[in-house]
């Protein structure tokens, strides 16, 4: 008896040796796709003109890309009209949306379910559906060609996203606060402020930022409503990027770009990471 026991004990340890080296593999995998593109990047955007039709996972440590591109003018003014759009336009949905999350979840009114699956639809609409009304709008608000065209445009992307999320956390939170805050004699918008802002604190971070990425990120209206160089956004200033002459591609100089922007979107991550967390798995758990 003890010999098939022992070979089973063998066999199990065996099993579950199997079943964690493939599950560690799965994960690097996974990784190394995920990775692999950015690393790309980097590599490539340390390499000479030359050396960049040679394969190579080693940076060469060459950076006349960066410097080049630091000095191209329209590309260090593109990433200030990208902060400033992408900030103001971040802030001015969460605003709206704080408002909004704190009547579709808290103020029980007959057509408030409607109005929330309405915001949901209209985020489904694809970006070309609304391009050639938003065209009209901005032209009649006198807006186009200019930063706040951008800022107009983008809360038709952001609202609906940040509206959706904070109306689900304003529902988790306890409505004792609320009905402790009430008998005392508060109004809605010093509830809103003073007693349910300060517990949304995780929401309102991952919401942010994320409103913020899709801000920074999007490509198409940018396109559409800038001509001008000098307030273009980062998205359309790396499509526009020119070599030394007109058959030339600035591989190079793209990679260190896209390496460029991305990072301070991988600063505001680290730092808000753990707020990021707790907000996205608020509420995944009652009891």
């Not at 999350?101 to 489904?124: K, N, T, W």
């Amino acid at each position: 008896m003890t010999g098939p026991k022992r070979y089973s004990n063998q066999a199990y340890r065996r099993l579950r040796a199997v079943k964690r080296f493939g599950l560690y593999a799965g994960v690097a995998i996974v990784l190394a796709y995920m990775l692999f593109p950015y690393y790309w990047a980097i590599i490539s955007s340390t390499k000479s003109r030359a050396s960049l039709y040679s394969f190579s996972l080693l940076p060469s440590l060459d950076f006349s890309n960066y410097i080049s591109l630091f000095n191209n003018p329209i590309f260090m003014g593109a990433i200030v009209n990208s902060a400033i759009v992408a900030f103001s336009s971040s802030l001015i949905s969460l605003i709206i949306s704080l408002l909004a999350a704190y009547a579709l979840g808290r103020l029980h009114f007959p057509v408030s379910r409607i109005i929330l699956i309405c915001v949901l639809m209209i985020s489904v609409f694809p970006q070309v559906v609304v391009l050639s009304g938003m065209f009209e709008v901005i032209g009649w608000l006198d807006f186009y060609n200019r930063p706040a065209a951008l800022i107009f445009s983008y809360l038709l992307l952001i609202l609906p996203f940040t509206t959706w999320v904070l109306t689900s956390f304003i529902r988790d939170l306890p409505t004792e606060l609320e009905e402790a805050a009430l008998i005392d004699g508060c109004s809605r918008i010093r509830i809103l402020t003073h007693v349910l802002l300060p517990l949304m604190g995780p929401a309102i971070a991952s919401t942010g930022l994320l409103a913020f990425i899709l801000a920074w990120n999007e490509f198409l209206f940018a396109l559409t409503f800038i001509l001008t160089d000098e307030n273009r956004t980062v998205p359309v200033a790396i499509g526009l990027l020119t070599g030394s002459s007109r058959y030339e591609y600035p591989f190079g100089q793209i990679m260190a770009a896209s390496v460029t922007v991305t990072l301070p979107l991988l600063i505001l991550v680290l730092i808000f990471q753990r707020k990021i967390v707790a907000g996205l798995t608020a509420g995944a758990v009652k009891g």
